[in-house]
């Protein structure tokens, strides 16, 4: 885990996966968890649900503190804890790392697979042309756009139609929160929000 606490107001958004340099900052495990008053998504390891834990870490209040190898993202809060999240995150070699700032949210995104995602996954191609925001879509009901350097990186923290795949690492590099997960984060997550990834 990362040092620092998650203010439910001061969340800061943090990372999607993107091959750049990585962080490696020493990265601990939160201890127990202070609550867990979130319901559990039916199919998902109750390990996974949102819920305050212990945090120590050197990252300030308000950020965003993915760690893809214990499948959780934290939400720094000023009093020693944070917001754990349980996510969903790329496959081997597809996760970005390091530092990176929500600079734009969008409500029910619409989702269009890149070129090297076709490339990789040829039947994405169907969904060359684009899917319209909504249940079906993959990016679920909330998304963080991730950038670096004011560029797009074209990763993304977002919602999810497929809530049983919370903790494992199943996408193209984006990171997946359960809906109900997503729409607490973006509430409370704002633009400029610092990310970091390790």
Avoid at 64 to 82: H, K, M, P
Avoid at 105 to 111: N, R
Wanted: some cysteine.
């Amino acid at each position: 885990m990362i040092n620092g606490k998650v203010t439910r107001r001061g969340l800061m958004l943090g990372g999607l996966a993107m091959m750049t340099s990585g962080c490696g900052s020493g990265v601990r495990q939160a201890m127990a968890p202070i609550s867990s008053a979130f319901a559990v998504p039916r199919g998902m390891d109750p390990r996974l649900r949102r819920q305050e834990v212990a945090y120590q870490g050197s990252e300030a209040p308000g950020t965003l503190v993915i760690n893809t190898y214990e499948r959780f993202l934290y939400a720094v809060q000023g009093d020693g804890s944070a917001t754990r999240y349980g996510i969903a995150v790329g496959e081997e070699g597809l996760t970005l790392k390091g530092r990176a700032t929500i600079e734009r949210k969008e409500e029910w995104p619409s989702w269009m697979p890149t070129a090297s995602m076709i490339k990789r996954k040829p039947r994405l191609a169907q969904y060359a042309g684009g899917v319209p925001g909504g249940p079906n879509n993959p990016l679920g009901a909330r998304a963080l756009y991730l950038y670096r350097g004011g560029r797009d990186t074209y990763f993304r923290v977002h919602g999810t139609n497929e809530p049983w795949l919370i903790g494992q690492a199943v996408s193209n590099g984006c990171i997946r929160l359960t809906n109900e997960d997503i729409l607490y984060l973006y509430d409370n997550t704002p633009l400029g929000t610092p990310v970091l990834i390790v």
